[in-house]
Protein backbone atom coordinates (compact mmCIF):
# COMPACT_ATOMS: atom_id res chain seq x y z
CA UNK A 1 0.00 0.00 0.00
CA UNK A 2 2.87 2.72 0.37
CA UNK A 3 4.86 2.64 -2.77
CA UNK A 4 6.22 6.08 -3.43
CA UNK A 5 7.03 7.91 -6.11
CA UNK A 6 8.54 11.16 -7.01
CA UNK A 7 6.66 14.13 -6.68
CA UNK A 8 3.46 13.54 -5.33
CA UNK A 9 0.20 15.16 -4.51
CA UNK A 10 -1.69 14.73 -1.31
CA UNK A 11 -5.42 14.57 -1.35
CA UNK A 12 -7.37 14.17 2.40
CA UNK A 13 -10.97 12.71 1.63
CA UNK A 14 -12.38 13.79 3.81
CA UNK A 15 -15.94 13.37 4.95
CA UNK A 16 -16.64 17.68 5.73
CA UNK A 17 -13.95 18.66 3.08
CA UNK A 18 -11.53 17.53 0.49
CA UNK A 19 -7.92 19.11 1.04
CA UNK A 20 -5.47 19.04 -1.51
CA UNK A 21 -2.05 19.70 -1.32
CA UNK A 22 1.53 20.16 -2.89
CA UNK A 23 4.91 20.49 -1.21
CA UNK A 24 8.04 20.52 -2.90
CA UNK A 25 10.95 19.55 -1.36
CA UNK A 26 14.59 20.54 -2.10
CA UNK A 27 17.66 20.81 -0.65
CA UNK A 28 16.77 24.65 0.91
CA UNK A 29 13.98 22.36 2.40
CA UNK A 30 9.85 21.95 2.11
CA UNK A 31 8.30 24.28 -0.02
CA UNK A 32 4.57 24.88 -0.19
CA UNK A 33 3.54 24.67 -3.99
CA UNK A 34 -0.31 24.27 -3.91
CA UNK A 35 -3.07 24.43 -1.16
CA UNK A 36 -6.69 24.35 -0.99
CA UNK A 37 -10.04 22.72 0.11
CA UNK A 38 -13.79 21.72 -1.24
CA UNK A 39 -16.54 21.35 1.32
CA UNK A 40 -18.29 17.89 -0.16
CA UNK A 41 -22.36 18.66 0.08
CA UNK A 42 -23.51 16.81 3.11
CA UNK A 43 -23.66 13.28 3.37
CA UNK A 44 -21.76 12.89 0.44
CA UNK A 45 -19.43 10.51 2.58
CA UNK A 46 -21.08 9.05 5.42
CA UNK A 47 -19.03 7.08 8.35
CA UNK A 48 -16.44 7.27 5.46
CA UNK A 49 -18.01 5.31 2.76
CA UNK A 50 -18.37 6.97 -0.04
CA UNK A 51 -22.28 7.63 -0.60
CA UNK A 52 -22.79 10.11 -2.87
CA UNK A 53 -20.33 9.42 -5.80
CA UNK A 54 -20.60 11.93 -8.27
CA UNK A 55 -20.90 14.95 -5.71
CA UNK A 56 -17.28 13.32 -4.50
CA UNK A 57 -16.15 13.40 -8.20
CA UNK A 58 -17.81 16.79 -9.23
CA UNK A 59 -15.68 18.48 -6.37
CA UNK A 60 -12.81 16.73 -6.66
CA UNK A 61 -12.56 17.53 -10.39
CA UNK A 62 -13.46 21.62 -9.72
CA UNK A 63 -10.47 21.66 -7.04
CA UNK A 64 -8.29 20.21 -9.14
CA UNK A 65 -9.20 22.73 -11.50
CA UNK A 66 -9.49 25.24 -9.82
CA UNK A 67 -5.96 24.81 -8.31
CA UNK A 68 -4.41 24.45 -11.50
CA UNK A 69 -3.01 20.67 -10.91
CA UNK A 70 -0.90 19.78 -13.03
CA UNK A 71 0.51 16.58 -11.43
CA UNK A 72 -1.69 13.75 -11.73
CA UNK A 73 0.09 11.55 -9.14
CA UNK A 74 -1.86 11.97 -5.86
CA UNK A 75 -1.48 9.92 -2.25
CA UNK A 76 -4.49 9.40 -0.65
CA UNK A 77 -6.00 8.28 2.86
CA UNK A 78 -8.44 5.89 4.59
CA UNK A 79 -9.40 5.51 7.86
CA UNK A 80 -12.54 4.64 10.33
CA UNK A 81 -13.83 0.63 10.69
CA UNK A 82 -12.44 -0.23 7.36
CA UNK A 83 -8.53 -0.23 8.48
CA UNK A 84 -7.21 -2.55 10.68
CA UNK A 85 -4.18 -1.57 12.54
CA UNK A 86 -2.07 -4.55 14.80
CA UNK A 87 1.30 -4.58 16.04
CA UNK A 88 2.15 -8.18 17.12
CA UNK A 89 5.19 -9.70 18.35
CA UNK A 90 6.67 -12.90 16.46
CA UNK A 91 9.58 -15.13 16.55
CA UNK A 92 12.37 -14.00 14.53
CA UNK A 93 12.04 -15.41 11.25
CA UNK A 94 13.64 -14.77 7.61
CA UNK A 95 11.65 -12.27 5.15
CA UNK A 96 10.18 -15.18 3.37
CA UNK A 97 8.80 -17.19 6.41
CA UNK A 98 7.34 -13.25 7.46
CA UNK A 99 5.62 -13.12 4.52
CA UNK A 100 3.91 -16.83 4.61
CA UNK A 101 2.84 -15.80 8.35
CA UNK A 102 1.41 -12.41 7.81
CA UNK A 103 -1.88 -13.88 6.40
CA UNK A 104 -2.47 -16.78 9.60
CA UNK A 105 -1.54 -13.78 11.85
CA UNK A 106 -4.17 -10.99 10.35
CA UNK A 107 -6.77 -13.90 9.92
CA UNK A 108 -6.80 -13.57 13.66
CA UNK A 109 -7.57 -10.43 13.90
CA UNK A 110 -10.13 -9.91 11.17
CA UNK A 111 -13.55 -9.88 11.22
CA UNK A 112 -13.79 -11.03 7.64
CA UNK A 113 -11.35 -13.44 4.91
CA UNK A 114 -8.06 -11.89 4.14
CA UNK A 115 -8.57 -12.22 0.96
CA UNK A 116 -11.22 -9.36 1.37
CA UNK A 117 -8.31 -6.63 2.44
CA UNK A 118 -5.85 -5.19 1.18
CA UNK A 119 -3.09 -5.45 3.88
CA UNK A 120 0.92 -4.18 4.02
CA UNK A 121 3.07 -4.93 6.97
CA UNK A 122 6.72 -3.84 8.24
CA UNK A 123 9.53 -5.02 10.92
CA UNK A 124 9.24 -2.51 13.52
CA UNK A 125 13.00 -1.46 14.59
CA UNK A 126 13.23 -1.97 18.13
CA UNK A 127 13.95 -6.07 18.41
CA UNK A 128 12.81 -7.42 21.94
CA UNK A 129 15.35 -9.17 23.62
CA UNK A 130 14.50 -12.88 23.66
CA UNK A 131 14.75 -13.01 19.53
CA UNK A 132 11.51 -12.38 18.68
CA UNK A 133 10.38 -9.34 16.25
CA UNK A 134 7.75 -6.91 16.19
CA UNK A 135 5.53 -6.23 12.89
CA UNK A 136 2.87 -3.55 12.16
CA UNK A 137 0.30 -5.40 10.39
CA UNK A 138 -1.90 -2.79 8.11
CA UNK A 139 -5.06 -4.26 6.60
CA UNK A 140 -7.80 -1.93 4.74
CA UNK A 141 -11.58 -3.83 3.35
CA UNK A 142 -10.71 -3.90 -0.21
CA UNK A 143 -14.23 -2.83 -1.39
CA UNK A 144 -13.67 0.65 0.72
CA UNK A 145 -10.21 0.91 -0.84
CA UNK A 146 -11.02 0.22 -4.08
CA UNK A 147 -13.85 3.12 -3.65
CA UNK A 148 -11.77 5.70 -2.82
CA UNK A 149 -9.16 4.19 -5.65
CA UNK A 150 -11.93 4.30 -8.69
CA UNK A 151 -13.21 7.57 -7.69
CA UNK A 152 -9.70 9.29 -7.75
CA UNK A 153 -9.32 7.36 -11.04
CA UNK A 154 -12.51 8.30 -12.59
CA UNK A 155 -11.50 12.28 -12.21
CA UNK A 156 -8.08 11.50 -14.67
CA UNK A 157 -6.16 11.13 -10.97
CA UNK A 158 -3.55 8.49 -10.57
CA UNK A 159 -3.98 7.34 -6.81
CA UNK A 160 0.03 5.80 -6.42
CA UNK A 161 -0.16 5.32 -2.93
CA UNK A 162 -3.05 4.46 -0.41
CA UNK A 163 -1.94 5.54 3.08
CA UNK A 164 -3.64 5.40 6.08
CA UNK A 165 -4.71 8.95 8.43
CA UNK A 166 -2.66 7.99 11.39
CA UNK A 167 0.31 7.85 9.98
CA UNK A 168 -0.10 10.64 7.52
CA UNK A 169 -0.64 12.48 10.96
CA UNK A 170 2.77 10.69 12.37
CA UNK A 171 4.52 11.93 8.78
CA UNK A 172 3.58 15.17 9.15
CA UNK A 173 4.83 15.42 12.75
CA UNK A 174 7.92 13.96 11.54
CA UNK A 175 9.01 16.56 9.36
CA UNK A 176 7.66 19.69 11.52
CA UNK A 177 8.63 18.99 15.21
CA UNK A 178 12.16 18.65 15.59
CA UNK A 179 11.67 17.13 19.69
CA UNK A 180 10.64 13.94 19.36
CA UNK A 181 11.62 12.83 22.80
CA UNK A 182 9.06 11.16 25.08
CA UNK A 183 5.50 10.27 24.77
CA UNK A 184 3.06 12.30 22.53
CA UNK A 185 -0.28 11.85 21.28
CA UNK A 186 -1.61 13.17 17.94
CA UNK A 187 -5.34 13.84 17.62
CA UNK A 188 -7.04 14.83 14.36
CA UNK A 189 -10.73 15.62 14.76
CA UNK A 190 -12.16 15.43 11.93
CA UNK A 191 -16.10 15.77 10.93
CA UNK A 192 -17.00 11.42 11.65
CA UNK A 193 -13.97 10.11 13.15
CA UNK A 194 -11.01 11.45 15.31
CA UNK A 195 -7.58 9.93 14.52
CA UNK A 196 -5.28 9.22 17.62
CA UNK A 197 -1.40 8.13 17.31
CA UNK A 198 0.73 7.95 20.36
CA UNK A 199 4.08 8.02 19.70
CA UNK A 200 7.07 7.01 21.61
CA UNK A 201 10.81 8.92 20.82
CA UNK A 202 9.18 9.18 17.23
CA UNK A 203 7.75 5.49 17.04
CA UNK A 204 3.77 4.87 16.70
CA UNK A 205 3.30 2.24 19.48
CA UNK A 206 -0.73 3.32 19.59
CA UNK A 207 -3.30 3.75 17.03
CA UNK A 208 -6.77 4.36 17.41
CA UNK A 209 -9.62 5.98 15.33
CA UNK A 210 -12.68 6.92 17.22
CA UNK A 211 -15.97 7.33 15.50
CA UNK A 212 -16.90 10.83 16.87
CA UNK A 213 -16.34 13.82 15.15
CA UNK A 214 -17.88 17.19 14.42
CA UNK A 215 -21.14 16.06 12.43
CA UNK A 216 -22.29 14.77 16.05
CA UNK A 217 -22.44 18.57 17.15
CA UNK A 218 -24.04 19.31 13.48
CA UNK A 219 -26.78 17.40 14.30
CA UNK A 220 -27.49 18.05 17.58
CA UNK A 221 -27.38 21.82 16.63
CA UNK A 222 -29.95 21.00 13.67
CA UNK A 223 -32.39 19.16 15.95
CA UNK A 224 -31.84 21.93 18.54
CA UNK A 225 -32.94 25.20 16.46
CA UNK A 226 -34.95 23.25 13.48
CA UNK A 227 -32.60 24.10 11.05
CA UNK A 228 -30.76 22.16 7.38
CA UNK A 229 -26.88 21.02 7.85
CA UNK A 230 -25.87 24.10 6.03
CA UNK A 231 -27.33 26.92 8.55
CA UNK A 232 -26.06 24.54 11.43
CA UNK A 233 -22.60 24.17 10.20
CA UNK A 234 -22.69 28.44 9.86
CA UNK A 235 -23.53 28.49 13.95
CA UNK A 236 -21.03 26.02 14.34
CA UNK A 237 -18.68 27.73 12.98
CA UNK A 238 -18.89 30.56 13.85
CA UNK A 239 -18.78 30.27 17.93
CA UNK A 240 -15.20 30.55 18.33
CA UNK A 241 -15.82 34.49 16.71
CA UNK A 242 -17.48 35.85 19.72
CA UNK A 243 -19.32 35.20 22.93
CA UNK A 244 -21.27 31.24 22.70
CA UNK A 245 -25.01 32.37 21.78
CA UNK A 246 -27.10 31.13 24.88
CA UNK A 247 -28.71 28.80 23.11
CA UNK A 248 -26.25 26.46 21.97
CA UNK A 249 -24.14 27.20 25.17
CA UNK A 250 -25.39 23.98 26.66
CA UNK A 251 -24.61 21.57 23.42
CA UNK A 252 -21.84 23.21 23.58
CA UNK A 253 -20.63 22.38 26.15
CA UNK A 254 -22.16 18.67 25.54
CA UNK A 255 -20.33 18.31 22.69
CA UNK A 256 -17.38 19.02 24.10
CA UNK A 257 -17.70 16.68 27.02
CA UNK A 258 -18.50 14.12 24.34
CA UNK A 259 -15.28 14.76 22.25
CA UNK A 260 -12.98 15.16 24.77
CA UNK A 261 -13.93 12.41 27.33
CA UNK A 262 -13.84 9.88 24.06
CA UNK A 263 -10.12 11.07 23.71
CA UNK A 264 -9.41 10.70 27.21
CA UNK A 265 -11.02 7.49 28.03
CA UNK A 266 -8.88 5.87 24.43
CA UNK A 267 -6.12 7.99 26.00
CA UNK A 268 -6.39 6.08 29.83
CA UNK A 269 -6.71 2.99 27.63
CA UNK A 270 -3.24 3.45 26.30
CA UNK A 271 -1.92 3.95 30.00
CA UNK A 272 -3.16 1.41 31.54
CA UNK A 273 -2.76 -1.77 28.86
CA UNK A 274 0.16 -0.10 26.52
CA UNK A 275 2.96 1.74 28.87
CA UNK A 276 3.44 3.28 31.82
CA UNK A 277 5.20 6.02 30.46
CA UNK A 278 3.31 9.23 31.05
CA UNK A 279 2.33 11.28 27.92
CA UNK A 280 3.55 14.61 27.80
CA UNK A 281 1.38 16.12 25.62
CA UNK A 282 -1.35 16.35 23.20
CA UNK A 283 -1.02 17.60 19.34
CA UNK A 284 -4.43 18.21 18.34
CA UNK A 285 -5.39 19.04 15.06
CA UNK A 286 -8.52 18.69 12.66
CA UNK A 287 -11.77 20.95 12.10
CA UNK A 288 -12.96 19.98 14.91
CA UNK A 289 -10.13 21.44 17.58
CA UNK A 290 -11.63 24.77 16.33
CA UNK A 291 -14.74 24.58 18.39
CA UNK A 292 -13.69 27.34 21.49
CA UNK A 293 -12.90 25.92 24.56
CA UNK A 294 -11.72 22.60 23.25
CA UNK A 295 -7.86 22.90 24.17
CA UNK A 296 -8.58 24.09 27.24
CA UNK A 297 -11.13 21.39 28.29
CA UNK A 298 -9.11 18.28 27.03
CA UNK A 299 -6.21 19.65 29.12
CA UNK A 300 -8.18 20.39 32.36
CA UNK A 301 -9.88 16.59 31.98
CA UNK A 302 -6.33 14.96 30.83
CA UNK A 303 -3.71 16.74 32.88
CA UNK A 304 -1.67 17.06 29.77
CA UNK A 305 -0.57 20.13 28.07
CA UNK A 306 -2.84 20.41 24.75
CA UNK A 307 -0.67 22.34 22.02
CA UNK A 308 -2.31 23.22 18.43
CA UNK A 309 -0.80 21.20 15.66
CA UNK A 310 1.15 23.56 13.02
CA UNK A 311 1.56 21.69 9.87
CA UNK A 312 3.49 24.52 8.27
CA UNK A 313 6.31 24.56 11.08
CA UNK A 314 8.56 23.31 8.74
CA UNK A 315 7.87 24.36 5.47
CA UNK A 316 8.49 27.81 3.70
CA UNK A 317 5.27 29.52 2.78
CA UNK A 318 5.73 32.52 -0.23
CA UNK A 319 3.89 35.32 1.57
CA UNK A 320 2.67 36.52 -1.90
CA UNK A 321 1.39 33.23 -3.25
CA UNK A 322 -0.70 32.19 -0.15
CA UNK A 323 -2.77 34.95 2.26
CA UNK A 324 -0.66 34.23 5.43
CA UNK A 325 -5.02 34.46 6.91
CA UNK A 326 -6.10 32.11 4.42
CA UNK A 327 -3.40 29.64 5.85
CA UNK A 328 -3.45 30.52 9.59
CA UNK A 329 -7.03 29.94 8.99
CA UNK A 330 -6.87 26.41 7.13
CA UNK A 331 -3.88 25.22 9.23
CA UNK A 332 -5.49 22.94 11.84
CA UNK A 333 -7.49 20.68 9.21
CA UNK A 334 -4.48 20.24 7.23
CA UNK A 335 -2.61 17.46 9.25
CA UNK A 336 -3.23 14.53 7.20
CA UNK A 337 -2.74 16.10 3.75
CA UNK A 338 0.21 17.67 4.57
CA UNK A 339 1.50 14.01 5.91
CA UNK A 340 0.28 12.55 2.26
CA UNK A 341 1.95 15.65 0.44
CA UNK A 342 5.16 14.67 1.90
CA UNK A 343 5.26 10.78 1.21
CA UNK A 344 8.69 10.35 -1.05
CA UNK A 345 9.46 7.74 -3.15
CA UNK A 346 11.26 4.65 -0.87
CA UNK A 347 8.36 5.61 2.21
CA UNK A 348 7.10 3.00 4.17
N1 LIG B 1 -14.43 27.02 13.03
C1 LIG B 1 -14.94 25.82 13.33
N2 LIG B 1 -15.57 25.63 14.51
C2 LIG B 1 -16.08 24.41 14.82
N3 LIG B 1 -16.02 23.34 14.02
C3 LIG B 1 -15.39 23.49 12.85
C4 LIG B 1 -14.82 24.72 12.44
N4 LIG B 1 -14.27 24.54 11.22
C5 LIG B 1 -14.48 23.27 10.88
N5 LIG B 1 -15.17 22.63 11.85
C6 LIG B 1 -15.64 21.25 11.84
O1 LIG B 1 -14.57 20.38 11.57
C7 LIG B 1 -15.06 19.25 10.87
C8 LIG B 1 -14.19 19.07 9.64
O2 LIG B 1 -12.90 18.77 10.04
P1 LIG B 1 -11.90 18.05 9.07
O3 LIG B 1 -11.78 18.84 7.84
O4 LIG B 1 -10.68 17.77 9.85
O5 LIG B 1 -12.72 16.71 8.78
P2 LIG B 1 -12.66 15.74 7.53
O6 LIG B 1 -11.23 15.36 7.32
O7 LIG B 1 -13.35 16.34 6.34
O8 LIG B 1 -13.53 14.53 8.02
P3 LIG B 1 -13.16 13.04 8.51
O9 LIG B 1 -11.66 12.93 8.62
O10 LIG B 1 -13.84 12.87 9.82
O11 LIG B 1 -13.71 12.17 7.45
C9 LIG B 1 -16.50 19.51 10.50
O12 LIG B 1 -17.36 18.80 11.37
C10 LIG B 1 -16.61 21.00 10.69
O13 LIG B 1 -17.90 21.40 11.07
MG1 LIG C 1 -10.00 13.93 8.21
Known amino acids: MFFGNKGIIGLDIGSASLKLAEIKSSRSGYQLKNIGEAVLPPDSIVKKVITNRDAVAGTLSNLVRDLGVKNKNVVISISGHSVIIKKVTL ?13 WELEQYLPQSVED ?5 QVLPEVSPEGNM ?5 AAKKDITNDYVSLVRSVGLNPMIVDVDVFALENMYEVNYTDMGGVIALVNMGASVSNINILKDGVSIFTRDITTGGNQFTEWIMKEQ ?9 SKQSLGHGEIPFELERITNDYIDLITGEVKRTLDFFSSNFSQDRISKIILSGGSSKVPNIVETLQDITDIDVELANPFNNIAISDTEFDPNYISDISPKMGVVVGLALRRIGDN
Open 91 to 103: PSMSKNELAESIP
Open 134 to 138: DVLIV
Open 117 to 121: VNFDY
Open 226 to 234: NVGFEEAEQ
